[in-house]
């Protein structure tokens, strides 16, 4: 084992000693041995995410996480093909597990509510958006509309906030209102987009384009003090910085059971290894090959089609997986002919 560096996560505190290895400890004296990492393979860096998981990048460029970032792959991994037939024993009690899930209508959640408050930053990758609520109360006795009978207050005057963006010609913003006359509220929906303008498909976490946007509470700069220990802090406004790019955190991965589907759909028939491997497929050279690749975000578990534009290469090859070596260029120029594209 060769050692290469330290780990702690800070949001489980688990440490990790890492290299062609992985030892994790909770409690900084006992570590365990992490047997799944391959020892053939040396790692690059790690990356955690707010709920504690990780991924393990090597010098090879290999994200060692779950292949579509799903808990449930290992599961249904090998269902896919067989789904009709286990919906006729669900459907007839006649399954093993007694719990069935539909693999055509399954998703994964990922908009689930989190801690109360604005975040930090943004990183808004091209063409995506994102929203947010605010609520602004009003603690006076009398909070009614003007088509109402009594005392009233002009909400757009008295409970309003505006919203302004650094740089309008890279996003654009949405602010829609909801007044609550029986809760003496206004909820407003702020929704920010990008314009597809001010960034390009590059690298993760590279060319990153910083703008912000600023928050303001009408009447509240000046008038809105917090009291505490360390003095007086102004309230009623806020600026929040927004990355627009590829955001670090994310990953491109090969879809693997898309791309089956496809090849399947395409060349009319089906084909598969002499050694079967459900993350190492294989498809038949004189067929057509059309790869599809998912976009993960390893920070939110969220994940998409890649649709933007690629060059495939091949760089070597053999003829079982024990005999793969890299190419020459001239085997390299052979295989990638411009005449063949």
């Given at each position: 084992m060769t050692p290469k560096g330290l780990f702690f996560n800070t949001l489980n505190n688990m440490l990790y000693i890492w290299g062609n290895f992985i030892l994790q400890s909770?409690?900084?004296?006992?570590?365990?041995?992490?047997?799944?990492f391959p020892k053939e393979s040396t790692i690059k860096y790690m990356v955690n995410s707010f709920k504690g998981q990780m991924a393990v990048v090597t010098e090879n460029e290999e994200p060692y996480a779950d292949p579509v970032h799903d808990?449930?792959?290992?599961?249904?991994?090998?269902?896919?093909?067989?789904?009709?037939?286990?919906?006729?024993?669900?459907?007839?009690?006649?399954?093993?597990?007694?719990?069935?899930?539909?693999?055509?209508?399954?998703?994964?959640?990922?908009?689930?509510?989190g801690d109360y408050g604005i975040?930090?930053?943004?990183?808004?990758?091209?063409?995506?958006?994102?929203?947010?609520?605010?609520?602004?109360?009003?603690?006076?006795?009398?909070?009614?509309?003007?088509?109402?009978?009594?005392?009233?207050?002009?909400v757009d005057k008295k409970l309003a906030i505006a919203v302004t963006i650094a740089d309008p010609e890279c996003l654009s913003v949405t602010v829609t209102q909801d007044v609550l006359l029986n809760r003496n509220a206004v909820i407003n929906k702020i929704?920010?987009?990008?314009?597809?303008?001010?960034?390009?498909?590059?690298?993760?976490?590279r060319n990153i384009k910083k703008t912000s946007m600023m928050l303001k509470v009408l009447g509240a700069p000046g008038n809105c003090i917090q009291r505490t220990y360390l003095g007086g802090i102004?309230?009623?406004?806020?600026?929040?910085?927004?990355?627009?790019?590829?955001?670090?955190?994310?990953?491109l991965a090969f879809d693997v059971s898309y791309t089956i589907m496809h090849s399947e759909e395409i060349n009319k028939h089906y084909f598969d290894c002499v050694i079967k491997d459900a993350e190492m497929p294989c498809f038949l050279f004189r067929d057509l090959f059309q790869p599809f690749f998912l976009v993960q975000d390893l920070v939110t578990g969220d994940s998409g089609s890649f649709l933007g534009s690629y060059v495939l290469k091949v760089v070597g090859g053999g003829r079982t997986l024990n005999t793969i070596r890299d190419y020459t260029e001239e085997e390299i120029f052979r295989y990638n002919s411009p005449l063949d594209t």
């Open positions: 909770y409690n900084r004296e006992e570590f365990i041995f992490l047997a799944d808990p449930t792959w290992r599961w249904w991994q090998h269902k896919t093909k067989d789904k009709d037939y286990f919906f006729y024993l669900f459907s007839n009690r006649l399954a093993a597990e007694g719990i069935y899930i539909n693999m055509n209508a399954y998703q994964k959640l990922y908009n689930m509510s975040p930090d930053l943004f990183f808004l990758d091209k063409g995506n958006w994102f929203t947010i609520t605010v609520v602004l109360l009003s603690h006076q006795d009398t909070f009614t509309s003007s088509d109402s009978q009594g005392p009233t207050i002009n929704k920010v987009i990008d314009k597809k303008r001010c960034s390009e498909q590059g690298m993760i976490g102004i309230q009623g406004f806020k600026v929040v910085p927004i990355f627009i790019g590829c955001p670090p955190g994310k990953r």
